[in-house]
C-alpha cells in the first residue's frame, strides 16, 4: 500500500475556486495524452504518486482520454483502488462528457442521454461512487441548451458529483448556463479554456471577466501550447517527444519560422528572470488573477517536478509584462 509523504501539503499553493468553497492547486494533473497506451503502468503510477506527494490534489480527466478512450479513467481506477483509498476525501477529481466514446447516435455530445450514460460509465471505470467535478466538455449546438443544464443539475442532485463544470462554451451560451444552474441551486463551479501564451482566447473573448463576475472559477489547460513554450523544439524534433510520437494535436507544420523566433523571444525574457519557459509560461497564466489553476500533463515525475517550479517564480515587472506582449504580437 502507498504511503504518501508526510509534507505533501507545505509547498502547494491552492487557490479559491471563484466563490465556493473549493480550494484548488494552482498546478493540476492531467491525464489528456500521457495515460493510456503510450505510457506503461509503472511510469503513470510514478507519475500519480509523485503529484500527489506534491500537494497536488486535483486529477482531470474525460471519457476519452488516453489514448485509447476510456483508458486514462481506467487506469486512474485501479490506482485509486490500489493507491489512494485511504486518500480519497484528499482529492479532487473531475471527469467529462460529450466527445466521441461509443458508436451510435447517443456515443457523443451533449444529449441526456449521453452524459448520463457516459457518466455512469466513467463511474465504474474510475472505480468511485462519485466524482468531484463533472464537465460538459463541449457546446452541443443542437441539443436544446436546456436539456444539457437540467442533465448537468440531475446528476449533481442524483449524487454522482459534487460539482458541475463547463469547458469551450461560447461566451452567451456560458452566461445562460451560469444563470439557469443557480436559477436550480447548482452554482457552476468552473470554467475550462485553452489560455496560454500563445492562445489567449478567453481573454480577448470576455471569457475570463464573465467567470469572475459570476463567481465562477475558471482552469487552464494546454499551458504550455502542448510543449511549444519549451525549449523542446528549438533544435529540431527529439524521437521522444509528443510531436514525433502523437502528430495528432501538434504536428511538426507548427513550428513555423515565426513560431520559433517567438519561442527563443519569449525563452530569452525568461532567461533573464532566471527560470526556464515552461516555468515563466505557467507563472504567466497565474498572474491572471481569474485563474484558479492550471492543468499541466507530465510523462515521467521528473518533468512533473520541473514544471511545479512555476510556484515559486518571481512577480512580473511591468517591463516584463510589455515584453512579453511585443514578443506575442
Known sequence: MFTANSNRYAEMKYRRCGQSGVLLPAISLGFWHNFGNVTSEEQSRAIVRAAFDSGITH???????????????????????????????????????????????????????????????????????????????????????????????????????????????????AGISYQYLRQHDVQCLIYQGRLNLFDQAPKSEGILSQAAENGIGFISFSPLAQGLLTDRYLNGIPADSRMARDPRFLHADMLTPQVLDRIRGLGEIAARRGESLASMALSWILHHKEVTSVIIGASSPEQLHRNLAALNSPAFTDEELQDIEKVKE
Not at 477529481?93 to 452524459?115: C, L, Q, V
Not at 446528476?155 to 469551450?168: E, F, M, T, W
Open 59 to 173: 486529477f482531470d480527466l474525460a471519457n476519452n482520454y488516453g489514448p485509447d478512450p476510456g483508458a486514462a479513467e481506467k487506469l486512474l481506477g485501479k490506482f485509486l483502488h490500489d493507491d489512494f483509498r485511504t486518500y480519497r476525501d484528499e482529492l479532487f477529481i473531475s471527469t467529462k462528457a460529450a466527445y466521441d466514446m461509443w458508436d451510435g447516435p447517443y456515443g457523443s455530445w451533449a444529449s441526456r442521454k449521453h452524459m448520463m450514460a457516459s457518466l455512469d460509465q466513467s463511474l465504474r471505470r474510475l472505480r468511485l461512487d462519485y466524482v468531484d467535478l463533472f464537465y460538459c466538455h463541449r457546446f452541443d449546438p443542437n441539443t436544446p441548451l436546456e436539456e444539457t443544464l437540467q442533465t448537468l443539475v440531475d446528476v449533481v442532485r442524483q449524487g454522482k458529483a459534487l460539482y458541475v463544470g463547463i469547458s469551450r462554451w461560447p461566451l452567451e451560451a
